[in-house]
């Protein structure tokens, strides 16, 4: 079964959105019914100034729990528990606008 087939397990009363590429089965545990977009790795150099700089992967992604209607986008550190970001699709939209536009005007 594909993520959008139309055979889904009993468990699942919504379709996938367009963007899910999760493989639902009917094994599923309840905590782990998710819908997930492909996982954007990003390199990136975090700290709060040069000297206590470090790199790292980010990772970026689309999720919605299954039978709920929020999608929610997030951005962390895959090994940082806690360390994550999640913002609803129209906050990131906002954050991502914000960042283009101060990139864009920094010259």
């Known amino acids: 079964m594909t ?3 139309t055979s889904r397990p009993s ?3 919504d379709t996938c959105p367009p963007w899910c590429v999760v493989v639902h089965a009917e094994h599923d545990p309840p905590d782990d019914r998710y819908h997930d977009s492909v996982t954007l790795h990003v390199p990136a150099t975090l700290g709060p100034g040069p ?3 470090a790199t790292t992967d ?3 992604v689309m999720s919605r729990r299954c039978d709920e209607l929020d999608d929610w986008v997030l951005v962390g550190e895959p ?3 806690g360390q994550h970001l999640y913002l609803t699709r129209d906050s990131a ?3 991502a606008s914000a960042l283009t ?3 864009t005007h920094a010259g």
């Open 93 to 95: 939209a906002r954050v």
């Open 3 to 5: 993520a959008h087939s």
């Open 58 to 60: 980010l990772v970026v």
């Open 11 to 13: 468990w699942q009363r």
């Open 51 to 53: 000297s206590h700089a």
């Open 101 to 103: 536009s101060l990139l």
């Open 79 to 81: 090994e940082r528990d």
